[in-house]
Protein backbone atom coordinates (compact mmCIF):
# COMPACT_ATOMS: atom_id res chain seq x y z
CA UNK A 1 0.00 0.00 0.00
CA UNK A 2 1.21 3.58 -0.98
CA UNK A 3 2.10 5.55 1.85
CA UNK A 4 -0.62 8.38 2.51
CA UNK A 5 1.82 11.57 2.20
CA UNK A 6 0.35 15.16 3.25
CA UNK A 7 3.18 16.99 1.26
CA UNK A 8 5.60 16.52 -1.45
CA UNK A 9 8.35 19.41 -0.68
CA UNK A 10 11.12 19.72 -4.21
CA UNK A 11 14.23 20.92 -3.53
CA UNK A 12 16.30 22.14 -6.08
CA UNK A 13 19.76 22.63 -5.10
CA UNK A 14 23.41 23.51 -6.80
CA UNK A 15 26.00 23.56 -4.39
CA UNK A 16 24.19 23.91 -1.22
CA UNK A 17 26.41 21.52 0.68
CA UNK A 18 26.72 23.67 3.62
CA UNK A 19 23.13 23.99 4.20
CA UNK A 20 21.34 21.68 2.26
CA UNK A 21 22.09 19.08 5.46
CA UNK A 22 20.06 22.12 7.93
CA UNK A 23 17.15 21.79 5.46
CA UNK A 24 16.78 17.87 5.24
CA UNK A 25 16.92 18.32 9.32
CA UNK A 26 14.23 20.29 9.64
CA UNK A 27 11.95 18.92 6.80
CA UNK A 28 12.11 15.42 8.96
CA UNK A 29 10.67 17.62 11.94
CA UNK A 30 7.70 18.59 10.13
CA UNK A 31 4.09 16.54 11.23
CA UNK A 32 2.30 14.10 8.89
CA UNK A 33 4.23 11.87 6.28
CA UNK A 34 6.58 13.85 3.81
CA UNK A 35 7.54 13.36 0.61
CA UNK A 36 10.85 14.92 -0.12
CA UNK A 37 12.48 14.88 -3.87
CA UNK A 38 15.87 16.71 -4.12
CA UNK A 39 16.68 17.79 -7.56
CA UNK A 40 20.65 18.36 -7.83
CA UNK A 41 21.00 20.40 -10.56
CA UNK A 42 25.07 19.79 -11.72
CA UNK A 43 26.55 20.30 -8.16
CA UNK A 44 30.46 19.88 -7.89
CA UNK A 45 30.74 20.65 -4.49
CA UNK A 46 29.59 18.02 -2.20
CA UNK A 47 25.79 17.81 -2.42
CA UNK A 48 26.01 14.43 -4.63
CA UNK A 49 27.93 12.96 -1.40
CA UNK A 50 25.44 14.55 1.02
CA UNK A 51 22.29 13.46 -0.96
CA UNK A 52 23.86 9.78 -1.33
CA UNK A 53 24.28 9.52 2.53
CA UNK A 54 20.69 10.96 3.12
CA UNK A 55 19.24 8.70 0.35
CA UNK A 56 20.92 5.49 1.91
CA UNK A 57 19.21 7.13 5.53
CA UNK A 58 16.03 8.27 5.01
CA UNK A 59 13.30 8.32 1.89
CA UNK A 60 14.28 10.97 0.04
CA UNK A 61 14.06 11.00 -3.81
CA UNK A 62 17.28 11.97 -5.01
CA UNK A 63 17.18 13.06 -9.56
CA UNK A 64 20.02 14.10 -10.86
CA UNK A 65 21.15 16.33 -13.97
CA UNK A 66 24.64 15.87 -15.04
CA UNK A 67 25.05 19.69 -15.57
CA UNK A 68 23.45 22.92 -14.41
CA UNK A 69 20.08 23.26 -15.90
CA UNK A 70 18.44 26.04 -13.85
CA UNK A 71 15.93 26.41 -10.93
CA UNK A 72 12.64 26.11 -13.94
CA UNK A 73 14.61 22.79 -14.88
CA UNK A 74 15.01 21.08 -11.61
CA UNK A 75 11.43 22.14 -10.26
CA UNK A 76 9.95 20.59 -13.00
CA UNK A 77 11.65 17.64 -12.64
CA UNK A 78 10.27 17.46 -9.10
CA UNK A 79 6.68 18.33 -10.06
CA UNK A 80 6.43 15.35 -12.48
CA UNK A 81 7.58 12.92 -9.74
CA UNK A 82 5.18 14.51 -7.35
CA UNK A 83 2.62 12.29 -5.64
CA UNK A 84 1.38 13.78 -2.66
CA UNK A 85 -2.09 16.22 -2.70
CA UNK A 86 -0.16 19.04 -2.33
CA UNK A 87 3.27 20.36 -3.48
CA UNK A 88 5.50 22.68 -2.52
CA UNK A 89 9.31 24.11 -3.57
CA UNK A 90 11.79 24.99 -0.40
CA UNK A 91 14.75 26.27 -1.63
CA UNK A 92 18.17 24.56 -0.55
CA UNK A 93 20.13 27.89 1.21
CA UNK A 94 17.60 28.03 4.25
CA UNK A 95 16.61 31.88 3.21
CA UNK A 96 13.54 30.64 3.54
CA UNK A 97 13.07 28.29 7.26
CA UNK A 98 11.54 24.89 6.04
CA UNK A 99 9.04 25.37 9.06
CA UNK A 100 7.53 27.98 7.48
CA UNK A 101 5.90 25.12 5.19
CA UNK A 102 3.44 24.18 8.14
CA UNK A 103 1.33 28.32 7.78
CA UNK A 104 1.34 26.98 3.68
CA UNK A 105 -0.45 24.03 3.93
CA UNK A 106 -3.45 25.74 5.65
CA UNK A 107 -5.48 27.41 3.07
CA UNK A 108 -5.09 24.56 0.54
CA UNK A 109 -5.93 21.81 3.15
CA UNK A 110 -9.13 23.91 3.91
CA UNK A 111 -10.16 24.36 0.93
CA UNK A 112 -9.52 27.84 0.56
CA UNK A 113 -6.60 28.01 -1.91
CA UNK A 114 -4.99 26.64 -5.30
CA UNK A 115 -2.07 27.91 -4.88
CA UNK A 116 -0.05 29.90 -1.64
CA UNK A 117 2.91 31.94 -1.56
CA UNK A 118 4.99 32.88 1.20
CA UNK A 119 5.33 36.44 1.21
CA UNK A 120 8.32 38.26 2.72
CA UNK A 121 6.62 41.71 2.92
CA UNK A 122 3.39 40.55 5.07
CA UNK A 123 3.34 41.29 8.22
CA UNK A 124 5.03 43.65 10.70
CA UNK A 125 8.44 44.76 8.34
CA UNK A 126 9.23 43.71 4.94
CA UNK A 127 12.50 41.20 5.03
CA UNK A 128 14.58 41.29 1.63
CA UNK A 129 17.65 42.32 1.73
CA UNK A 130 18.93 45.39 0.70
CA UNK A 131 17.43 48.56 -1.46
CA UNK A 132 18.60 47.19 -4.68
CA UNK A 133 16.98 43.57 -3.64
CA UNK A 134 14.00 45.00 -2.50
CA UNK A 135 13.73 47.32 -5.40
CA UNK A 136 13.97 44.95 -8.04
CA UNK A 137 10.98 42.20 -5.94
CA UNK A 138 8.71 45.04 -6.05
CA UNK A 139 8.97 46.05 -9.61
CA UNK A 140 8.36 42.46 -11.21
CA UNK A 141 6.10 41.96 -8.66
CA UNK A 142 3.82 45.17 -9.44
CA UNK A 143 4.41 44.44 -13.16
CA UNK A 144 3.43 40.46 -12.91
CA UNK A 145 -0.04 42.21 -11.35
CA UNK A 146 -0.63 44.53 -14.08
CA UNK A 147 -0.53 41.93 -16.42
CA UNK A 148 -2.72 39.26 -14.32
CA UNK A 149 -4.67 40.84 -12.30
CA UNK A 150 -3.86 39.86 -8.98
CA UNK A 151 -3.09 41.86 -6.09
CA UNK A 152 0.44 39.98 -4.47
CA UNK A 153 2.87 41.21 -2.82
CA UNK A 154 5.76 38.53 -3.65
CA UNK A 155 5.63 37.27 -6.70
CA UNK A 156 8.99 36.01 -6.49
CA UNK A 157 8.84 34.40 -3.58
CA UNK A 158 10.93 30.63 -3.06
CA UNK A 159 8.30 29.05 -0.85
CA UNK A 160 5.25 28.28 -2.69
CA UNK A 161 2.57 25.36 -2.01
CA UNK A 162 -0.03 24.30 -4.68
CA UNK A 163 -2.42 21.52 -4.95
CA UNK A 164 -0.89 18.98 -6.84
CA UNK A 165 -3.53 18.70 -9.70
CA UNK A 166 -3.25 22.39 -10.93
CA UNK A 167 0.61 22.49 -10.38
CA UNK A 168 1.09 19.35 -12.56
CA UNK A 169 -1.77 20.58 -15.08
CA UNK A 170 0.38 23.17 -15.82
CA UNK A 171 2.66 23.27 -19.18
CA UNK A 172 5.93 24.97 -17.94
CA UNK A 173 8.80 25.61 -20.01
CA UNK A 174 11.59 27.65 -18.17
CA UNK A 175 14.66 26.58 -17.08
CA UNK A 176 15.70 29.30 -15.04
CA UNK A 177 14.51 31.41 -12.65
CA UNK A 178 11.75 32.68 -15.02
CA UNK A 179 9.83 29.58 -13.81
CA UNK A 180 8.24 32.06 -11.22
CA UNK A 181 6.80 34.74 -13.33
CA UNK A 182 5.71 31.56 -15.98
CA UNK A 183 3.89 30.03 -12.87
CA UNK A 184 1.95 33.01 -11.52
CA UNK A 185 0.82 33.95 -15.32
CA UNK A 186 -0.33 30.48 -15.67
CA UNK A 187 -2.41 30.38 -12.63
CA UNK A 188 -3.74 33.47 -13.25
CA UNK A 189 -4.67 32.50 -16.72
CA UNK A 190 -6.64 29.36 -15.38
CA UNK A 191 -8.18 31.07 -12.83
CA UNK A 192 -6.59 29.45 -9.91
CA UNK A 193 -7.07 30.84 -6.37
CA UNK A 194 -4.08 32.52 -4.70
CA UNK A 195 -3.77 33.05 -1.07
CA UNK A 196 -0.17 34.78 0.66
CA UNK A 197 0.84 33.86 4.09
CA UNK A 198 3.58 35.70 6.12
CA UNK A 199 7.20 34.02 5.95
CA UNK A 200 10.68 34.50 7.44
CA UNK A 201 12.93 35.47 5.49
CA UNK A 202 17.36 35.66 5.74
CA UNK A 203 18.40 36.71 2.81
CA UNK A 204 22.16 36.26 1.54
CA UNK A 205 24.79 38.32 -1.04
CA UNK A 206 25.63 37.25 -3.81
CA UNK A 207 29.47 37.08 -2.13
CA UNK A 208 27.60 34.57 0.42
CA UNK A 209 26.01 32.26 -3.07
CA UNK A 210 23.43 34.00 -3.82
CA UNK A 211 22.48 33.04 -7.79
CA UNK A 212 20.03 35.15 -9.14
CA UNK A 213 21.09 38.22 -11.15
CA UNK A 214 20.22 41.03 -13.32
CA UNK A 215 20.15 38.98 -16.25
CA UNK A 216 16.99 37.08 -14.70
CA UNK A 217 15.52 40.13 -13.48
CA UNK A 218 15.75 40.88 -16.87
CA UNK A 219 14.05 37.78 -18.16
CA UNK A 220 11.64 37.89 -15.96
CA UNK A 221 9.96 40.78 -17.35
CA UNK A 222 9.95 38.95 -20.57
CA UNK A 223 8.39 36.00 -19.13
CA UNK A 224 5.43 38.43 -17.49
CA UNK A 225 5.14 39.83 -20.75
CA UNK A 226 4.83 36.45 -22.29
CA UNK A 227 2.91 33.94 -20.55
CA UNK A 228 0.57 36.71 -19.57
CA UNK A 229 -1.17 37.07 -22.95
Known sequence: MAMAW??????????EARS???VLTALSALPGAVEVIVVDDGSTD????????SAAESSIVVVR???????GAALRAGIARASAPIVVFQDADLEYAPAALEILLGPIERGEADAVYGSRFLGSRSQATG?????????????SNRFTGLRLTDMET??????????QALDLVEDRFGIEPEITAKLARAGCRIVEVPVGYTGRSRAAGKKIGLRDALWAIVCIVRYSR
Not at 46 to 53: Q, S
Not at 158 to 167: L, N, T
Open 6 to 15: RMTVVIPVFD
Open 20 to 22: LPH
Open 46 to 53: GTAAILDR
Open 65 to 71: FPRNRGK
Open 131 to 143: PVHRAGNWLLTWL
Open 158 to 167: GQKAFRREVI
